[in-house]
């Protein structure tokens, strides 16, 4: 094999490799978009890209949409519009991440895994397969979207409690780290 065509061969695969790899970038970022537009939760500020796994979008009729970590933000933040009705619901599919249909969703309420700004945990599946198999695993009850929300709104008093205290405590932590010990 000769010089030029050994570089030109080589020059081929980096130029496959670049487009490859954008094509990768291109689905990840499309697929996750609406972190990119809203990469923090509103109500609790937590990072969206990494709880992609239960962050949930809302559309209003109005147009306007909020990007939330969790069913439990996405509950508090319809409180707040009581004047405008949500008419698209999306959440991150628990295994995949990709945002599904909240309503047709499977559901799972409960099971080992805490949850995310909840005691008691809610996840979205796409397939029913995939909500057994959690099931299976971490336990939990399968359930509809009405029943999930339901859930939410009722728990939303135990959540708020305890996120208060869990700030609380924090603070407190951060305020003994900082001030000088007596020696």
């Not at 439990?72 to 009581?82: G, P, Y």
């Not at 619901?89 to 949850?115: C, N, S």
């Not at 959690?134 to 009722?154: K, V, Y």
């Amino acid at each position: 094999m000769n010089a030029p065509a050994y570089e030109e061969i080589i020059v081929k695969k980096i130029i496959l490799l670049f487009f490859a790899l954008l094509f990768v970038a291109t689905l990840v970022i499309g697929s996750q978009s609406d972190i990119v537009n809203h990469p923090s939760c509103p109500h609790c500020g937590m990072d969206r890209g990494k709880f992609s796994f239960s962050r949930m979008l809302l559309v209003y009729d109005d147009g306007s949409e909020v990007g939330t970590c969790s069913i439990r933000c996405a509950a508090v933040d319809m409180v707040n519009n009581l004047d405008k009705a949500p008419v698209q619901m999306m959440v991150g599919d628990y295994y995949t991440d990709e945002l599904i249909d909240a309503e047709t969703a499977i559901w799972v309420i409960g099971g080992k895994r805490p949850g995310v700004m909840s005691k008691r945990a809610k996840w979205a599946f796409a397939q029913r397969a995939d909500a057994e198999a959690f099931i299976a695993e971490n336990n939990g009850e399968m359930a509809t979207f009405e029943d999930t929300l339901q859930a939410t709104f009722s728990d939303l008093y135990e959540d708020t409690r305890m996120i208060r205290e869990r700030r609380k405590a924090r603070r407190a932590r951060m305020a003994a780290e900082q001030t000088p010990t007596n020696q």
